[in-house]
């Protein structure tokens, strides 16, 4: 509940407590409590200037101090901190100077003093304070209690959902279930003043669903806090939202508890989530489901722009990427993501005309998430696609994308141009057909017609130049770690070798087979 310092001066603690500033301030909230005490006066002004915090001290180290004392007041009044409390002392202060109290009525502060006996501690304030501040003035404005009765009265309710909708609405709050990938599956909603696509979208870039607290995100001025819970063994992502800012912390934690409580009760099986069935039918092959799936998804007709799979974009500086494209290029995005691995079919009502527009912002969005991300893989087939072509672009990335890096090992996006040839090189690997040697005899002269070292080193060259440096001999040689001449010299050895220009229309394509067959090979 919203605990005020007026409730707090009710407690036994304060009795004997005098309000001598600012009290027409005391409707103030109080979230939090602490102690004033440190050496530094301005470092403890800082980690105890906390708005809505109240402060506890004896200005033990300024006792005798009045100019520290007032800099004290006024950095805690700017601060907005709840209220201070001095602790008066016949060893430390014995009482307040006049320029102290005018200082906290100038800085807006309000200040309690509590007078010198043995009944009045920190201690014993702390504990009454924070014991207000945990469980609310009484049983029936409690919240938590509020909602187990709701949430518990099987005989007017029939089902958990009609319950839960009560709890919240005599509560003041709204909640939303969602999948692990951010697709609501149960929404009560009280209150309409942000959207939950709004609420999605911050939570994504604080990567939420990996964190194992309960967490407060502020979405402009709407109060929402974030958890898992487990339904029937699964996880799931359960938002709150405090619709008057009523609440702390910790009611809002003991209230997702009781909620996940309440429904092992009821039984309560989630809904089926469609979208989540829909990709993951897709990644697995399954086109029939999916278009079973399409209507109930809201994916019904949609132009599919991309599939992809990633590694290492599973944070908030990724997840900022990706927003700002779907604000931008307005597409929507359907996502799978399970720990570090993220699956992802990006959609678009519009015309071919903005798809083809869409699939440049795709390209670029891809680029944009492996800048300066060594770790980051992404594995994508983008084009204008309809359903039957998305599934097909996630077959074929599930076939190559552990092979296609064995290719291609400096590289981090990968096309389906990439896993094609790949593709049809394990294709070859597997039959081990006649047309394998075919390729691989293409390479047959640098075994042949030069040493084994030399033939191999010219080979490793020819790799390099063909599949990692695009046929640029100066990325060749910062590859290879070897000066731009030496690369040229054996360029000109290798088409010697070959009996023709390498870089040759008629000439590259079977010859880039052969070196992307040669790797898988030697693997």
Same mark, same amino acid.
């Given at each position: 509940?919203?605990?005020?310092?007026?409730?707090?001066?009710?407690?036994?603690?304060?009795?004997?407590?005098?309000?001598?500033?600012?009290?027409?301030?005391?409707?103030?909230?109080?979230?939090?409590?602490?102690?004033?005490?440190?050496?530094?006066?301005?470092?403890?002004?800082?980690?105890?200037?906390?708005?809505?915090?109240?402060?506890?001290?004896?200005?033990?180290?300024?006792?005798?101090?009045?100019?520290?004392?007032?800099?004290?007041?006024?950095?805690?009044?700017?601060?907005?901190?709840?209220?201070?409390?001095?602790?008066?002392?016949?060893?430390?202060?014995?009482?307040?100077?006049?320029?102290?109290?005018?200082?906290?009525?100038?800085?807006?502060?309000?200040?309690?003093?509590?007078?010198?006996?043995?009944?009045?501690?920190?201690?014993?304030?702390?504990?009454?304070?924070?014991?207000?501040?945990?469980?609310?003035?009484?049983?029936?404005?409690?919240?938590?209690?509020?909602?187990?009765?709701?949430?518990?009265?099987?005989?007017?309710?029939?089902?958990?959902?009609?319950?839960?909708?009560?709890?919240?609405?005599?509560?003041?709050?709204?909640?939303?279930?969602?999948?692990?990938?951010?697709?609501?599956?149960?929404?009560?909603?009280?209150?309409?003043?942000?959207?939950?696509?709004?609420?999605?979208?911050?939570?994504?870039?604080?990567?939420?669903?990996?964190?194992?607290?309960?967490?407060?995100?502020?979405?402009?001025?709407?109060?929402?806090?974030?958890?898992?819970?487990?339904?029937?063994?699964?996880?799931?992502?359960?938002?709150?939202?405090?619709?008057?800012?009523?609440?702390?912390?910790?009611?809002?934690?003991?209230?997702?508890?009781?909620?996940?409580?309440?429904?092992?009760?009821?039984?309560?099986?989630?809904?089926?989530?469609?979208?989540?069935?829909?990709?993951?039918?897709?990644?697995?092959?399954?086109?029939?489901?999916?278009?079973?799936?399409?209507?109930?998804?809201?994916?019904?007709?949609?132009?599919?722009?991309?599939?992809?799979?990633?590694?290492?974009?599973?944070?908030?500086?990724? !997840?900022?990427?990706?927003?700002?494209? #779907?604000?931008? &290029?307005?597409?929507? /995005?359907? %996502? @799978?993501?399970? $720990?570090?691995?993220?699956?992802?079919?990006?959609?678009?009502?519009?015309?071919?005309?903005?798809?083809?527009?869409?699939?440049?912002?795709?390209?670029?969005?891809?680029?944009?998430?492996?800048?300066?991300?060594?770790?980051?893989?992404?594995?994508?087939?983008?084009?204008?696609?309809?359903?039957?072509?998305?599934?097909?672009?996630?077959?074929?990335?599930?076939?190559?994308?552990?092979?296609?890096?064995?290719?291609?090992?400096?590289?981090?996006?990968?096309?389906?141009?990439?896993?094609?040839?790949?593709?049809?090189?394990?294709?070859? !690997?597997?039959?081990?057909?006649?047309? #394998?040697?075919? &390729?691989?005899?293409? /390479?047959? %002269? @640098?075994?042949? $017609?030069?040493?084994?070292?030399?033939?191999?080193?010219?080979?490793?060259?020819?790799?390099?130049?063909?599949?990692?440096?695009?046929?640029?001999?100066?990325?060749?040689?910062?590859?290879?770690?070897?000066?731009?001449?030496?690369?040229?010299?054996?360029?000109?050895?290798?088409?010697?070798?070959?009996?023709?220009?390498?870089?040759?229309?008629?000439?590259?394509?079977?010859?880039?087979?052969?070196?992307?067959?040669?790797?898988?090979?030697?693997?």
């Amino acid at each position: 509940m919203r605990i005020t310092v007026d409730d707090c001066l009710k407690l036994d603690c304060f009795n004997g407590g005098t309000v001598v500033s600012c009290g027409r301030k005391s409707d103030r909230r109080v979230r939090t409590i602490s102690v004033l005490d440190e050496d530094n006066l301005d470092m403890g002004i800082e980690r105890n200037g906390l708005k809505e915090q109240m402060v506890l001290t004896h200005f033990w180290t300024c006792k005798d101090d009045v100019d520290a004392q007032c800099r004290a007041v006024t950095g805690l009044g700017k601060k907005s901190v709840a209220a201070l409390v001095v602790f008066l002392n016949e060893l430390g202060v014995k009482s307040l100077d006049e320029r102290v109290i005018r200082a906290a009525e100038s800085a807006g502060l309000l200040m309690i003093v509590i007078p010198d006996n043995n009944t009045n501690t920190y201690s014993a304030m702390m504990e009454q304070v924070l014991d207000k501040i945990l469980y609310g003035h009484n049983y029936s404005d409690n919240i938590l209690n509020n909602t187990i009765y709701h949430l518990l009265n099987f005989e007017k309710h029939s089902n958990f959902q009609s319950a839960l909708k009560e709890a919240a609405i005599n509560n003041d709050y709204q909640i939303v279930l969602m999948t692990t990938e951010f697709n609501p599956i149960l929404t009560i909603e009280t209150r309409h003043k942000q959207t939950i696509d709004d609420a999605i979208k911050v939570a994504r870039k604080q990567d939420i669903s990996h964190s194992s607290m309960f967490t407060q995100v502020v979405i402009q001025d709407v109060i929402t806090y974030w958890g898992t819970i487990e339904i029937k063994g699964e996880k799931h992502l359960l938002m709150i939202v405090d619709n008057e800012d009523n609440y702390t912390a910790m009611e809002m934690k003991k209230l997702a508890e009781i909620i996940e409580l309440a429904m092992g009760m009821w039984k309560y099986t989630p809904e089926r989530d469609s979208r989540a069935e829909f990709i993951k039918s897709a990644i697995r092959g399954d086109l029939a489901f999916c278009y079973t799936l399409a209507d109930e998804a809201g994916l019904k007709n949609k132009q599919f722009i991309s599939v992809f799979y990633a590694t290492g974009i599973s944070n908030p500086d990724s !997840q900022d990427i990706i927003e700002n494209f #779907k604000d931008q &290029y307005k597409f929507g /995005l359907l %996502p @799978f993501i399970e $720990e570090n691995e993220f699956y992802g079919m990006i959609y678009t009502d519009n015309s071919i005309e903005k798809g083809v527009e869409l699939k440049s912002a795709c390209l670029k969005m891809f680029e944009k998430l492996k800048d300066g991300r060594k770790d980051v893989r992404i594995f994508h087939s983008t084009g204008l696609e309809d359903l039957d072509n998305a599934v097909e672009g996630f077959r074929i990335i599930s076939e190559t994308y552990e092979q296609v890096e064995i290719v291609f090992p400096f590289k981090r996006v990968f096309t389906k141009y990439e896993m094609s040839m790949v593709s049809n090189c394990i294709g070859l !690997q597997v039959q081990n057909s006649a047309l #394998k040697k075919v &390729y691989l005899d293409l /390479l047959e %002269p @640098f075994e042949r $017609e030069v040493s084994v070292n030399k033939g191999r080193l010219l080979l490793d060259t020819l790799e390099t130049f063909v599949l990692d440096a695009s046929m640029n001999s100066n990325k060749t040689a910062e590859f290879m770690n070897i000066h731009n001449n030496t690369v040229q010299y054996r360029l000109k050895r290798i088409n010697e070798l070959l009996g023709a220009e390498m870089t040759g229309n008629r000439i590259i394509p079977g010859l880039t087979m052969a070196l992307a067959l040669r790797r898988l090979e030697d693997k």
